[in-house]
């Protein structure tokens, strides 16, 4: 048996569920993504085991997964004790074979850098996400039985990002998937931006739950939703890489 855990908010939920309703999910747990392992288990004798987690949750950390609170939490406060209610990799380790995690679209609202990066600073900025995802890599590596995915950045609608916002998360995509990312390591990253985007700057209008609203609908949901098992599939089987 291998044990996966998709640790979202709400992005992740959207592809979680796919076309399943929220309301159905809640009363049955069933979701679009557990489908597809049900199906493909009983298809290929396999036993893959996959859960989904709000990570962190709004209370007592906050609403908030972006670079820093992933480091926060794995980094600076990680050990074999929960901090603030949130599990550590030390923990997580322990039960999951694959750990999967994400940032919530605000992760796009990136300031200009200052040239003065802080790794201790919650500030969305190029410069400080780089000294983070760093130190978050250096940790994940201390896990090598363990294998992780980590989405690239989600963005906004073009009407809810500014474009030098849109810019600076280009850049930093293309940091991470080309200089981040290592081969032959325990991480491995799934390209939600380029779903998403199709080659430009923001979530497509049309892939979006409304004009004001800069999570997926529901038919780009159901759609991603089994590209996204696949992905997941192919790094359990050593496919990727």
Not at 73 to 80: A, C, P, R, T, Y
Not at 88 to 101: A, G, Q, R, V
Not at 142 to 164: C, D, G, H, M, R
Not at 175 to 192: A, K, P, R, S, V
Request: net charge positive; with cysteine.
């Amino acid at each position: 048996m291998k044990k996966i855990i998709f640790l979202h908010h709400s992005t992740g939920k959207s592809i979680w569920l796919g076309k399943t309703n929220r309301y159905i999910n809640k009363l049955t747990g069933k979701s679009d993504i557990v489908r597809y392992f049900r199906q493909y288990n009983k298809k290929h004798g396999e036993y893959y085991q996959i859960e989904e987690c709000i990570f962190p949750k709004k209370n007592p950390y906050g609403w908030k997964n972006y670079p820093y609170d992933y480091y926060n939490i794995w980094v600076k406060h990680s050990g074999e004790n929960h901090y603030m209610e949130e599990p550590t990799l030390e923990i997580l380790t322990k039960k999951y074979d694959l750990i999967i995690f994400k940032h919530c679209y605000p992760v796009s609202k990136i300031l200009a850098d200052t040239g003065s990066p802080d790794i201790d600073s919650d500030v969305r900025r190029i410069e400080n996400y780089k000294l983070q995802y760093n130190a978050l890599k250096r940790k994940m590596h201390e896990f090598p039985e363990t294998k992780f995915i980590i989405w690239t950045p989600a963005v906004l609608i073009k009407n809810q990002l500014k474009e030098e916002e849109a810019v600076r998360t280009f850049e930093f995509y293309k940091w991470m998937t080309e200089e981040w990312n290592e081969e032959g390591d325990n991480i491995y990253i799934w390209d939600f931006y380029k779903y998403e985007t199709e080659g430009g700057l923001y979530l497509l209008d049309k892939y979006a739950a409304g004009p004001a609203n800069s999570h997926p609908d529901r038919e780009f949901a159901a759609r991603i939703s089994p590209l996204f098992c696949r992905f997941i599939i192919d790094v359990l089987k050593d496919k990727r890489k």
